[in-house]
């Protein structure tokens, strides 16, 4: 029913260099509306003609148990859709206009504090596989001292380090290209990484050897693994707080605006498109503060 679906699946991905998880949740968003639509034998030309179908259907989705994040990327998904066809000029408007979505909570993310992640490093120390551990060591630095994506960890290979120049310099979200500098501690961490550890793990019989980042049987290290790995060190370590590979993330921006950081350089290592989406951790700095003078103020 809707069109040019396969043409507007190439334009995410070679006009707008989309990821391949955001075309499939606009593709998953689109096709749900579409169902929508069948189920109620409405055709396209109505929707286009009459705005208060797309109206109904989002106040459809209101009834439901989705949450209302994901009926606001239900929303971006279909308005990215219709401006598409505006561009291509087989339709004249955006139907949602004037359809309201609910506002969301803003929720700040967890952070670590500094001995939090002193702690957590030191549990993946203390392990029975060495190979493994210092595999493991060495992604928690990145993760915090670099502030890299759990997907890109995924993605990493060694082509993308240049220790002469100090950086990593790969391709993130939006395939985007972000140099990220080595600190001491995460070029010290890959160097013991790769020359005592990866290298033996490269030799298993199914190894993938172009990804830095390998598991037990040579194979490229996955999200989940990555997840399962710090989730334990986490437990190992009694720290409570829910905690994930993008915590760490969270907690190295945080730390960099505490420690006085231009928050342009910030969005610039996180590669964020919007600053707006760096400017929360100017208020979980803040929180840090206030936390830590609270807690001053009460033992005195």
Same mark, same amino acid.
């Given at each position: 029913?809707?069109?040019?679906?396969?043409?507007?699946?190439?334009?995410?991905?070679?006009?707008?260099?989309?990821?391949?998880?955001?075309?499939?949740? !606009? =593709?998953? #968003?689109? &096709?749900?509306?579409? +169902?929508?639509? /069948?189920?109620?034998?409405? $055709?396209? @030309?109505?929707?286009? *003609?009459?705005?208060?179908?797309?109206?109904?259907?989002?106040?459809?989705?209101?009834?439901?148990?989705?949450?209302?994040?994901?009926?606001?990327?239900?929303?971006?998904?279909?308005?990215?859709?219709?401006? !598409? =066809?505006? #561009?291509? &000029?087989?339709?004249? +408007?955006?139907? /949602?206009?004037?359809?309201? $979505?609910? @506002?969301?909570?803003? *929720?700040?993310?967890?952070?670590?504090?500094?001995?939090?992640?002193?702690?957590?490093?030191?549990?993946?120390?203390?392990?029975?596989?060495?190979?493994?551990?210092?595999?493991?060591?060495?992604?928690?630095?990145? =993760?915090?001292?670099?502030?890299?994506?759990?997907?890109?960890?995924?993605?990493?290979?060694?082509?993308?380090?240049?220790?002469?120049?100090?950086?990593?310099?790969?391709?993130?979200?939006?395939?985007?290209?972000?140099?990220?500098?080595?600190?001491?501690?995460?070029?010290?961490?890959?160097?013991?990484?790769?020359?005592?550890?990866?290298?033996? =793990?490269?030799?298993?019989?199914?190894?993938?050897?172009?990804?830095?980042?390998?598991?037990?049987?040579?194979?490229?290290?996955?999200?989940?693994?990555?997840?399962?790995?710090?989730?334990?060190?986490?437990?190992?370590?009694?720290?409570?707080?829910?905690?994930?590979?993008?915590?760490?993330?969270?907690?190295?921006?945080?730390?960099?605006?505490?420690?006085?950081?231009?928050?342009?350089?910030?969005?610039?290592?996180?590669?964020?498109?919007?600053?707006?989406?760096?400017?929360?951790?100017?208020?979980?700095?803040?929180?840090?503060?206030?936390?830590?003078?609270?807690?001053?103020?009460?033992?005195?």
């Amino acid at each position: 029913m809707l069109k040019n679906l396969e043409h507007f699946v190439q334009v995410l991905k070679i006009e707008k260099n989309h990821s391949v998880n955001t075309i499939d949740s !606009y =593709l998953s #968003d689109i &096709k749900s509306f579409e +169902k929508y639509l /069948l189920k109620r034998k409405i $055709t396209f @030309k109505s929707v286009i *003609k009459d705005s208060e179908i797309v109206k109904k259907y989002f106040r459809y989705l209101g009834r439901t148990k989705i949450s209302p994040k994901s009926i606001k990327r239900k929303y971006s998904s279909l308005s990215s859709y219709f401006n !598409y =066809l505006i #561009d291509r &000029k087989i339709t004249k +408007k955006n139907p /949602l206009y004037g359809v309201y $979505t609910p @506002k969301l909570k803003t *929720k700040l993310p967890e952070i670590l504090s500094y001995e939090e992640i002193k702690i957590i490093f030191k549990q993946s120390e203390n392990t029975d596989n060495e190979l493994l551990g210092l595999r493991d060591r060495c992604i928690l630095e990145l =993760l915090y001292s670099c502030g890299l994506r759990v997907s890109e960890l995924c993605e990493l290979k060694i082509e993308n380090i240049q220790f002469d120049n100090n950086v990593i310099r790969f391709f993130g979200k939006g395939n985007k290209e972000r140099m990220i500098p080595l600190t001491v501690n995460a070029k010290e961490q890959l160097e013991t990484y790769l020359y005592q550890s990866r290298h033996i =793990l490269a030799n298993r019989r199914s190894s993938e050897q172009k990804y830095v980042f390998l598991s037990n049987n040579g194979k490229r290290l996955t999200r989940v693994a990555i997840w399962q790995s710090i989730k334990k060190y986490v437990n190992a370590a009694g720290i409570t707080k829910t905690v994930s590979p993008h915590t760490f993330r969270h907690s190295f921006a945080t730390h960099l605006i505490d420690g006085k950081a231009n928050i342009i350089e910030v969005q610039a290592l996180l590669g964020h498109s919007d600053i707006s989406t760096t400017e929360v951790y100017i208020h979980l700095s803040r929180n840090s503060i206030d936390k830590e003078y609270r807690n001053a103020f009460d033992k005195k």
